[in-house]
């Protein structure tokens, strides 16, 4: 090696160090105790909402949860409670903004401010492309973007007039590789990691920190709820079995855990995920082979057009001899533990 190309690699390797020594300095200026903290999350009563809930509880921290569906919303509130939570709990469809904005008034009428924000309330549609409507991806958008939206617009004057806060944008590894017959949920969460990048770099000025999450696979429970079409019992199938693998997926209370250590790290983005989780892997290092291997298993494993066509069922109406089943005995846990077992 010559001496030009051990220069260069010398102050390669002393560029790294210093921005890494830069990096720790800077997240040890922005930690933060959440012990006295007001915490909104969206999406609380289930699921992952409720499994942050339950960790800013035990944290110390103040929460008040929102979800549509009040039989939920009491479930929720009376665990947080028991566990001696500080807990507001309010019906709220995030998708309409005048019911968001009453939401934070309440939240700052019974806790007089608001610090964090975790936007975590979504849909997701399982099918191929052909069983999708035009309202489908609306119905995404309107969930999974605009909903979140409408609560950052609504707390920002409250976190704005401290100049303290911090928002975690729940988005998914589908908001960074598409992935095959969920491209309703795909496009939306495409436009959340956009809208949350650049949040980022506008509020910093204010004193507010955004982090954009990124989950895997995830064992919450969820898929009983998710909406399935066309072949709807084969699609539930190969989802739920994804969600319930140990390898590849990470359980409801590790992500938990991920997204508030990001949040109170002030990371601006977290990848949500197992330890050499190949997806993320395949998603970082090799983008246009991981596209091309999605095709494939589009074309040869993934269930075609077919059974139900257009019309949704929910997962628990889609049951089959794989699912339940032995092999996704952890994610029929995580349903019974995250109260995604009530029919909606």
């Given at each position: ?78 665990e ?18 005048d ?52 609560a ?8 704005r ?71 709807h019992r ?45 997806a ?65």
């Open positions: 090696m010559n001496r030009l190309a051990r220069n260069a690699l010398f102050c390669a390797g002393g560029a790294i160090v210093g921005w890494t020594l830069a990096q720790r300095a800077i997240q040890r200026t922005r930690w933060f105790d959440y012990r006295g903290k007001v915490a909104i999350v969206t999406g609380g009563s289930r699921g992952l909402g409720l499994e942050i809930a339950r960790r800013l509880v035990a944290r110390g921290a103040k929460v008040a949860i929102c979800a549509r569906t009040e039989e939920d919303l009491r479930t929720a509130e009376d947080l409670r028991r566990m001696g939570g500080d807990v507001l709990a309010v019906a709220c469809d995030i998708t309409n903004f019911e968001v904005k009453s939401f934070v008034t309440r939240v700052v009428t019974c806790f007089h401010k608001i610090d964090l924000l975790f936007n975590v309330a979504g849909i997701i549609q399982v099918g191929p492309l052909d069983s999708m409507t035009l309202d489908d991806f609306h119905r995404a958008m309107d969930a999974n973007c605009w909903g979140p939206l409408h950052i617009l609504a707390v920002l004057p409250h976190m007039g401290r100049r303290w806060g911090r928002i975690v944008n729940v988005a998914s590894i589908g908001g960074k590789k598409a992935v095959p017959h969920l491209l309703p949920y795909d496009a939306s969460k495409f436009a959340l990691v956009g809208l949350s990048t650049g949040l980022r770099t506008e509020l910093l000025k204010n004193g507010i920190l955004v982090t954009t999450a990124n989950p895997t696979l995830m064992r919450t429970g969820s898929p009983r709820n998710a909406e399935f079409k066309s072949r084969e699609e539930y199938a190969w989802f739920s079995l994804g969600d319930s693998l140990p390898i590849i997926s990470v359980s409801a209370a590790r992500a938990a855990d991920q997204i508030l250590r990001a949040c109170q790290a002030g990371d601006a983005e977290v990848f949500v995920t197992n330890l050499l989780n190949p993320v892997i395949a998603t970082k290092f090799a983008p246009a082979l991981t596209t091309e291997v999605l095709a494939l298993i589009d074309r040869f494993i993934l269930p075609g057009m077919g059974g139900i066509g257009r019309q949704s069922r929910r997962g628990y109406e889609s049951e089959s001899f794989i699912s339940p089943s032995p092999v996704t005995t952890l994610n029929e846990q995580a349903a019974r533990r995250n109260n995604e077992m009530r029919p909606r």
